[in-house]
């Protein structure tokens, strides 16, 4: 059920771990870009690359022919600069510029993406030729980073070396709001004003939505990692992460009998529990716990639910097993957490948050495995 | 505001940061190590010592005394042997004995604490002359890790080496709950059938209830990192911890811009708002989000409040600062998350959660500088 090879008997028999496949990540890259042509695919891959590593996951879409990639903030572009030095890559920094640190975005060769006339008047005092690209980011109702829309004449009259204007969606998965559509009209007119340079306003939810989005380069974040891989028809998405921890402890509990802190969940008959050592720490919601008047989440054993009793704790999640004959399941068992019969999505639908969070909030105690065939 | 000493004008100027009062840390320990004498004072400092750095915390804590440490699991109890090189210092690995893995506590001198008849029976072949300490765990109705209470008997008649017979209370909390007054009882009971070997209890909210549950040692994890402080009167604890995180933007908004994604929260009349540097994928609940019809988190500025607008997302949180004198708030200021206007348990509160989810799940991409005196 899980790819034993490469690891150490330690490896496998002791803590949670998740696997990262890096050719279905490469996959879904050559999909989305096959997808979006002649539109470029770039890749977005802050905040770790949502959590599964920047330096594996930057090495392996770069391999499968990305050349622009956005990151948060100017850490992550010095630390993604230092780990893919081929030179032929564009950084995009999505918060912007930050005072006092413009040397830093030269040394490293990044491209700040400005929303405001602060950044803005700080990058010209800097670079008073325009030798160095930028990207303008303007808001188009998102209410976040990006200038207003009413500067786009002003700022068009600077002479800026702009490689990239750009804007975002805010909710380009709600499919009966108007609201997409009207940030795409207005930033094609901001787009005319500044006669036509590389545009961008596209993440995963919009260019699923609609190729009316895709136009110069498209920046996917979720949709490479896996997410939405349920949602959509048009495009295959192929799950990239696993995740799984073992059972550290199978026991027997009485009718009656409380699970956990708070003692919020009572057993209603005897039952049959395993406990799993992972918990809120490594990521796990406490969000899945559940009560006897609450549903929770629930893991999988070898196809087989196991509904998660009370609360998800710091270290450790009871599972109910009363359905998996007894035998089949042992101390030392790894149980699925994200996997074939729950993706990420289904998880997160059931922790009443989003895939995103579940991926970014996996702490670096959970092992990754990276499966490059 | 903040302590600016021995950081460079990039670290100031960048990204969020924790800043961990080590002198803070160390007082916690040592007032309640006094508050339970005679008993003995350990620390629990499991999960990357609640998020805070296992290496720092564990450094510290021994400097105060602490002799005895628990950990969660093999990787972190070899890790804290690894950088705690004092012989004199016990490791208990709470989730016990994992297949297969054995040889590894005896190369680390780790004591594992055993909980099941499994682990026990491997643990005796390994150990025929009962060399090796363990440390023995019954449950007392957590339904958790831990030997049912009828073993009792049976195991005591086995000739073991145990350096601790230990238990674990399910909501030391809930002072109205006879349930931990009902575990205590039902251990004691067991101390009397194994003789009276060294016991322990209480974690930080038992110790506080009553000391009747200090036995031989007392085992606090989030009190000793500034937990509780508000909570009760009997011992003194210090907050720790402190989390900032920089604006990136300042901007305007009229009356009816919605703001963030899903377009949750409308503007009720024109604003100011900032966007500050920190998210979901560093540790900041989406929970604290706010809309129109349901109140959110707030953070600070130089004492005054600013409330959540939106949704958290990934990198950014908004913020209104509508009530701030213009001018006197930047971009590139700092933002109190956690610190003297909101400790730990205010913020978990209004994210409904704990302040161990808070604190085991602010990211690595937040740097933590460390706070000597």
Known sequence: ???????????????????????????NYNSIS????????????????YGLGLEAVSKTIYDAGCRSFFVSDLDEGIRLRENLTSP??????????????????????????????????????????????????????????G?????????????????????????????LSEMPENQLDQFLQICKIFNNPKSSIANSAALIRNKSFHLDMVRPGISLYGGYENLQSKLQVKPVVKLYAPIIQIKKIKKGATIGYGA??????????????????DGIPRSLSSSNDEMGGQFYYEGQPTP???????DIVAIDISDIPYNTINRGNFIEIIGSNQNIDNLSENADTISYEILTRLNSRIRKIYKYA
């Open 308 to 314: 998660i009793l009370g609360r998800v704790s710091m």
């Open 1 to 27: 059920m899980m790819p034993k090879d490469n690891r150490t008997m330690r490896e496998i028999d002791c803590s949670a771990f998740l696997e990262i496949d890096l050719c279905a990540l490469a996959d």
């Open 264 to 281: 919020i969940y009572k057993a209603t008959h005897d039952k049959a529990i395993a406990l799993v050592s992972i918990g809120y720490a």
């Open 88 to 145: 032929d890559i564009t950084i995009y920094i999505l918060n912007g510029l930050m005072p006092h640190s413009i040397e830093y975005y030269k040394k490293y060769n990044l491209t700040p993406v400005i929303g405001s006339l602060e950044e803005l008047d700080e990058y010209r005092v800097f670079d008073k030729q325009n030798i160095y690209p930028i990207a303008i980011h303007f808001d188009t109702g998102f209410s976040r980073l």
């Open 147 to 175: 200038f207003d829309i009413t500067l786009a004449s002003k700022i068009s009259e600077y002479k800026l070396n702009i490689s990239l204007i750009m804007s975002h969606i805010a909710s380009a998965e709600e499919k």
């Open 34 to 49: 096959e997808y979006v042509k002649p539109s470029l695919c770039a890749a977005t891959i802050k905040a770790n690359a």
